[in-house]
């Protein structure tokens, strides 16, 4: 397998960057930079898994572009998330390394978990639209 980290290029000399140097893991762990919407769809979608460790956010849009794409979803347990994710996806404490790590594996040993997230992902997504939330908006 491969870690493919989107939109972050760490600079030269980064402790990311001298880890993955230092472990000889060029070759498996890509950094994307900026990628154009159509070709983040096309990776989601070949990809076995997508985890967003993120600490904070105001909504959690890279949870669902991920869930539309019918890829299986990690995520942490911080903020909007959980509430945006519902029970389409794996959370998990972004500070606890571990439980991470545990949470990966376990989704990457079990099929079965993947193709029920991927389906429940698709049925979360239909909960959102830009529509209903300018319908809602307008309310307000």
């Known amino acids: ?19 993955v140097e230092s472990l000889e893991l060029g070759k498996r762990v890509i950094f994307t930079g900026y990628l154009p919407d159509e070709e983040l769809v096309l990776l989601l979608q070949h990809a076995t898994v997508f985890v ?16 539309a794409a019918g890829v299986p979803v990690v995520c942490s347990n911080a903020a909007s998330l959980p509430e945006v994710a519902v029970e389409a996806a794996l959370l998990f404490d972004p500070l606890a390394v571990d439980e991470l790590a545990v949470t990966i594996r376990r989704l990457i040993d079990d099929p079965n978990l993947r193709a029920e997230l991927v389906r429940m992902g698709y049925k979360n997504v239909s909960r959102f639209s830009w529509e209903t939330t300018a319908e809602k908006t307008l309310q307000v």
Do not use: D, Q
């Open 1 to 19: 397998m491969k870690l493919v980290l989107v939109r972050n290029v760490p600079f030269k000399g980064t402790h990311l960057l001298k880890l």
């Open 52 to 67: 967003f460790p993120s600490l904070y956010e105001g909504f959690g849009i890279p949870v669902l572009e991920a869930m």
